[in-house]
């Protein structure tokens, strides 16, 4: 499946996943998925479209599971509001790792305050800007104009000379943008 980690380049007809017809590596005939294979890769999808690594995963799905509500929906909000999805969301940076990069080298603020953890999970009426700086905003001002991503309804994004986007939301289960079956991870993670 394709995760689009790479930004645009998986939308160009040379995408690796397109152009072969077998997996990658030697081709030995392979047996059916165990139901634990299908549980593991739906976590993994997870797990690599948000570039969380397993300790972090497990902390999120430990606070998902003592909130109220759904298991698998809470966690997907928690992983819907962490900083480095917001601001890609929002545009600012075409992948999720470019978003990243921007958070760790300070050119986002939150609420008018430098920050420079990815992980941060931003709250309803954060305000998410753009520094005031010329490399910062020729950084971002190149995505918007590359790359013009639909954005989702619980955020808003202003574009002016200096652009921003605030959180008018917390994110659902209908929000989050890769078909995933959140039960399968629960199921796994529960054991």
Do not use: W
């Amino acid at each position: 499946m394709k995760l689009f980690l790479k930004g645009n380049r998986c939308d160009t007809p040379k995408c690796a996943i397109e152009r072969r017809d077998a997996v990658p590596g030697m081709h030995m005939r392979r047996g059916k998925l165990t139901d634990y294979g299908v549980h593991l890769r739906e976590k993994q999808k997870v797990k690599h479209y948000y570039g969380v690594l397993e300790r972090q995963f497990r902390t999120y799905f430990a606070e998902a599971e003592r909130s109220k509500g759904n298991t698998g929906d809470s966690l997907m909000s928690l992983l819907e509001r962490r900083l480095d999805n917001v601001v890609h969301r929002l545009g600012f940076g075409h992948s999720r790792a470019q978003a990243r990069q921007l958070i760790r080298h300070g050119h986002i603020t939150v609420n008018g305050r430098p920050l420079d953890i990815p992980s941060y999970l931003v709250k309803l009426n954060d305000v998410i800007r753009v520094k005031n700086r010329k490399k910062s905003l020729h950084a971002v001002q190149s995505n918007l104009s590359e790359h013009q991503r639909q954005v989702p309804d619980f955020l808003s994004r202003l574009d002016g000379s200096i652009p921003e986007g605030r959180v008018s939301r917390l994110p659902e289960s209908f929000d989050v943008s890769i078909p995933v079956q959140t039960q399968l991870i629960v199921e796994l993670c529960s054991k």
